[in-house]
């Protein structure tokens, strides 16, 4: 899959996955949780959105934002298995995610900052404001930002094809990272890995 960094190049490194699963009547097990949550690391989600100008203590990385509802004694959410694994992992590897109906997703990828105007419907939202923020789009516009996706490409029950990218910051261990997300994936819910990469 191509993903264009030009505009963002040297300060955004962007760890992607395609896979597939039937992951109906799965369950992801949260025995890594405790651990994810003690180990959790700010900086890197923070790192993020302060190369780019942003205040993170407004707009948190979605990472943070679970962290954070996590730490307050809330239940982990359980939404899907795919997105529940995805969740889970921002948390281990303290970084948001992004994970996509592949579907829906239409062409080749950019990642780029919002411009003035630009939003769109959250999943959960009623609007999401790009401007100015870190984004990922395709060739119908933008879907995708480390504090929120957009309802267009969401996860649905008949979802079997799924993106997923990692927004991380210039110098996070991305190799690293993709790799255990590809071991819990193929692990958790039986997942068959069709692509995977890094784009600096």
């Not at 529940?84 to 950019?110: E, M, Q, T, W």
């Not at 984004?135 to 979802?159: C, H, I, M, Q, Y």
């Not at 927004?167 to 071991?183: C, D, M």
């Amino acid at each position: 899959m191509r993903i264009d960094l030009s505009e963002v190049k040297g300060l955004v490194e962007i760890p992607y996955g395609i896979f597939r699963c039937h992951c109906g009547g799965k369950e992801v097990p949260l025995e890594e949780l405790p651990r994810a949550l003690e180990n959790f690391r700010r900086e890197y989600g923070r790192k993020l959105y302060r190369s780019f100008g942003q205040d993170p203590t407004r707009f948190r990385p979605s990472s943070e934002a679970l962290y954070r509802r996590l730490s307050r004694g809330k239940p982990f959410p359980r939404i899907h298995p795919a997105v529940d694994a995805v969740n889970l992992l921002s948390l281990i590897n303290s970084i948001p995610y992004g994970l996509y109906d592949f579907s829906k997703v239409r062409g080749n990828l950019r990642v780029r900052l919002g411009k003035p105007g630009e939003g769109y419907r959250g999943i959960g939202r009623d609007r999401i404001n790009l401007e100015g923020r870190l984004l990922l789009e395709d060739e119908e516009g933008p879907f995708g930002n480390p504090t929120g996706d957009s309802l267009r490409t969401a996860v649905e029950d008949k979802t079997s094809m799924f993106l997923y990218v990692i927004f991380a910051p210039r110098g996070y261990p991305s190799e690293k990272a993709n790799l255990a997300t590809l071991e819990r994936l193929k692990k958790w819910l039986g997942a068959e890995i069709i692509e995977y990469g890094l784009r600096r």
